[in-house]
């Protein structure tokens, strides 16, 4: 088993900056595939970014705004999101995935999920 607790949520300016905070504990390794989804009001569940070891992968809609990184001292992935836009408003979830997560963009790759942090972008 493996418990995920994201931190870090909260209101802030278009083109501000959040960091994003996923801790993990019980059955964790610097192995785990990380990732973190999000999801709007009345919109599917959409991938944001993930990490497999040293390698992050992003969609194109965060790419050169977020910066995906983990601490494996700390058992934490962290989410920097830097130029937000309104439409960066949603629920961030943190999953964490103990297989090899071939498709880190699909969430059925993942085993673990968090209970999400809200992110609001708003003047």
């Known amino acids: 088993q493996v418990q995920l607790v994201e931190s870090g949520g909260g209101l802030v300016q278009p083109g501000g900056s959040l960091r994003l905070s996923c801790a993990a504990s019980g059955r964790t390794s610097s192995n785990l595939v990380t990732g973190w989804f999000r999801q709007a009001p009345g919109k599917d569940r959409e991938f944001v970014a993930a990490?497999?070891?040293?390698?992050?992968y992003y969609a194109d809609s965060v790419k050169g705004r977020f910066t995906i990184s983990r601490d494996n001292a700390k058992n934490t992935v962290y989410l920097q999101m830097n130029s937000l836009k309104a439409e960066d408003t949603a629920v961030y979830y943190c999953?964490?995935?103990?297989?090899?997560?071939?498709?880190?963009?699909?969430?059925?790759?993942?085993?673990?999920w968090g209970q999400g942090a809200q992110v609001t972008v708003s003047s």
């Open positions: 999953a964490a995935s103990v297989g090899v997560a071939a498709n880190v963009g699909r969430r059925n790759e993942y085993d673990y």
């Open positions: 990490i497999r070891g040293i390698i992050a």
